[in-house]
C-alpha cells in the first residue's frame, strides 16, 4: 500500500469512519480504521461491531481528492493516531505507505510517523450488501423524530429494546416511538413504504442524522437484522434491538374525560422553576385544577422546601382534578412541543395523560404516568 | 428580614458571591450565601473557608437596584437553590422575608418558594478587616502572570505550597513564579511596593481575575495570613499557603553554553504534531542540534511508533547537543510565549533549560528540566 492524498479531505473522511468506532472495543482491530486502497479509490471502515460506517474516495467523483495510487494494499491503523497525524501533518498532501508488515510511514514534507498498524485479517469482516425493503427518510425527519421521542427513551440495560426507537410502518404512516415504561413519546410521518415493525438503537439514529445531515440524498432500507442509511459516498449500517416492542398502541388512551388548554411556555417556565425541588433526586410536581382560572402547581421536599404557583389556563372541560407526576418528565414533553397552547387530555388521577399539540393531536404526542404520593 | 430588589442585579451579586462556595463543604452552611440585610444595603458572603468573597449592594452607589428593606435581618440559603430561585422567579422584582425561624419565603409574581434556610450563627464568622500591605496589581496583570506560569503549578497535595503562585517583591519587582519541581514558570512584573514573599493558591488567583476583570478599580493587601483584593463593591481574600516556597532563584542557571533561535509556530506544531506518541502517558521528545541548519526531533513509543522531523533555526552558537525532555512541557511553554522566535539556552544535557521571547529574556522565563534517557 502506497499512496498520496489531499489531508483536508482524507481528514473529513477519517472523522466520518470514526464516528462508529467506540472507545472500549473488546476486539483491538476495531480501535481503527481499516484503509484499502485499490488502483482508483480508498475505503475507509468504522465499527464497534453493533454499528459500522464505510466512507468510499475516489477521484472520478471529486477532483480535489488529489488521490494518487502507488500500489493498492490495506493496513488497520488506530484511529486516534491517523486522525492526529493527518490533521496535524506538515503539507497539504499526506503520503503513506506501508513499510514493513503492519508499519506504516506517514510522510508530510519534513515531518514523518511510522506507526504500527494491524493486519486487515485481524478486522472483523463487515458485509454491507444493500437490505431489500427500501423507505423514504430525510435527516431532517430523523432530526425531528427524535427532538420528539429521543428523551423518553430508555438509557437502562435492564430491557435493551427500550434503549432504541421503535419504527412501525402500516397504512401509509410511519409510527416512531420511545418509552422508558414511565412516558412514552410518539412521532408520526405520512409516509409510504411496506409494513415492518422494527426498534433501531438510539445511537444509530443520532448518527445518520449528524452524518447524513450534509450529504445530498439518503436512502434507508432494512431487513430483519439490520438498518441501512446510504448516500454516494457514505453507507452506514447498524444492527437492530432484538426482542418484542410493548404494544403501545395499547398504552394510550384513546378516549378523555378532561381536557386542559395552557399556554406553552408558560407552563414550560413553571416545571422549569420548580425543578431544584427534589425529593429523591426526583422534582414531583402535584397539579390541581379546578377551573380555567383556578390551577395551582405545586412542589415539595422535606429538606428542601416546598414551591407553589397560580397558573390561568386558556380552557378547561372537565371535573376538578389533582394529579401528581414528574416534573421533569412534563418539561421534556413541552419543550419538544411548538405550537402556542397546548393540549392535555386526562381520564382520571391514576391513569396516563397525554399532551400534543394545539390542533394537532396525531403528528407529536406525549403521555406521562402519574405517581401516586400520599399528601 | 424582608425586603424586595430587582432581581438581575441581586442575580448577577450572587453569582459572585457563589464563586467562592464549594460544593463538598464539611461545613453543611457554607453551602449556603449568607444574606444581611440592613436598613439600607445588603452584605453576601460565600466562602470555602480557603476563599471567602463579600458583595455589597446598596441604594445610594446603585439606583437600579430597587432595594426596599422592610426590616432588617439575615438568613444563610444554599446557593443552588438561591442562585435557581432567583434567577427563574416570575417577575422583574423579588420579595424575600423570613417567615419561622430560617424557613424563607420568596415571592415573585404568582410563584413562590418557601426555603429552608440555615441561623446566620451556623456559618463561620469571617474578618474582612483589610491587611497593612498594599500594593498595585491589575486585573489585566492576573491574566497575564497565570497566562505565563499556571500550566507550571503542581497539582499535587503532597507539597501544598508548589500548588500556588509565588510572589516575591523586591527591589522594585513583582516575581511571579509556578513550579511542579519538574519545571517552572516565572513572570517579572516592575511595581513598587515593600518586600514580601508569598505564596497565593491557584484557584484564589484564577478567581481574582475573573472577579475583577470588569471592576473599575481593584486593591490589592497582604499579611502574613491572607492576600485581599478590593473593589467599592466586593472583597474577595484568601489564606495564603503555609510552608516555605522553594529558592527558585538558584534553580535558573546564569550562564549558558549553547544558544538557539528558533521560530515559535515551527517549534509549536511539532510539539503538538508529535503529543499522541506517548510512552506511560508521557511524550519524551529527542532534541538534538549540530548546527542551525541540522537540527532533529524525534519521539518513540515501543506500542505506538515512532516520529521524526528537521527542522532549521534562525541561528544556534554552541557545540552539539542531544536532549531528551517533555514535549508537553515544551507545547505548554512555547504557548505562553508572544514573539516570533524564540530564544533556548542550554547548559548541559542533563541540566535545566530555559526559553524566554527573543529580545526580551527578563519578563517571562520557562525552565524545563530534562529526562534521562537510554537510546
Redesign the interface.
Known sequence: MNFRINKLRFYEALTIAARAISSNSPVPALSGIKVEVSQDSIILTGSDATLSIQVTLNNANDESLGLQVIEPGSVVI?S??LL??VK???SSDIHIEIIDGT?THFMGQ???????GYRPSEYPSIEFSEPAVRFSLSPDMLNSMMAAVSFSISNKDTRPVLTGVNMQARNGSLICTGTDSFRLSRKIFQIDCPEFSVTVPARTVNEAKSIFQDQEKMSVSLSEKKIQFRSPKIIMQSTLLEGSYPDTERLIPSAFNDTLVINRSLLQ??M??S???KTDNMTIIRLQISSAEDITISSKSQ?????????SAVSYEGIPIDISFSGSYLLDAVKSLSTENVVIHFTENMKPFIITNEGDDQSVLQLILPIRTYN
Chains 1, 2 share one sequence.
Open positions: 488506530d486516534r493516531y492526529d497525524i496535524k501533518i506538515d508499519l519534513k515531518a514523518e510517523f511510522r506507526i504500527n417556565a413553571a422549569d422553576r425543578s431544584f425541588i429538606e428542601i422546601g416546598e414551591y407553589n404557583e397560580d397558573l
